[in-house]
């Protein structure tokens, strides 16, 4: 798909007609890896959710209410970054912004990963509200990890209608 094209028609999707496959997944994450990271350090990690049993599991635990029906009949990404690496020197933080690089860098990462959903004919919403407690006991996920987002992707069973957005000019200052 055109890229321009791409950017105009991708959606935060909150009902679901079918879940990704794993292997649309892995096709997916695997476009998302070439985000770009601070000095290629590679602070991503993600968690696919795609058995019945396990996004049962994810959702009931991990999701609040709002969120499990927006994400219902998805599979779920957990996305997280290790903490003190990008951003980082082996004399600590490189500037005050610290572990935010790691954020930053996940988000490039996150950008990527739906837009190469949106590519490969599939739809997605991030939800920042999860317990990211929960996701860590029942994932495994390490506690150099911070989680930050839960990606559901799948087949839209909606045509939501763009929302408005703020001009260049709103936005920027040129100088």
């Not at 602070?43 to 927006?70: D, F, H, I």
């Not at 996305?79 to 988000?107: Q, R």
């Not at 990462?109 to 490969?120: G, K, Q, W």
């Amino acid at each position: 798909m055109e890229f321009t094209k791409l950017i105009e028609t991708r959606r935060s999707i909150r009902k679901y007609a079918s879940a990704a496959s794993k292997e649309d997944i892995e096709a997916i994450l695997t476009m998302a890896q070439q985000a770009p990271s601070w000095k290629n350090g590679q602070p991503t990690r993600c968690y696919a959710v795609v058995t019945p049993e396990m996004l049962q599991k994810v959702s009931e635990a991990g999701l609040p209410a709002y969120n499990q029906n927006s994400s219902k009949g998805a599979a779920l990404i957990v996305t997280t970054f290790v903490k003190n690496l990008s951003g980082f020197t082996p004399d600590g933080p490189a500037n005050k912004a610290g572990n935010y690089w790691g954020a930053y860098d996940l988000g490039l990462h996150d950008a990527y990963l739906v837009l190469a959903a949106s590519e490969l004919g599939y739809d997605t919403l991030i939800m920042g509200m999860r317990d990211a407690e929960a996701l860590k006991e029942i994932l495994g996920i390490p506690d150099n990890e911070e989680v930050m987002s839960v990606i559901s992707v799948g087949k839209r069973a909606q045509e939501p209608a763009m929302r408005p957005r703020m001009t260049v000019d709103e936005m920027t200052k040129f100088f």
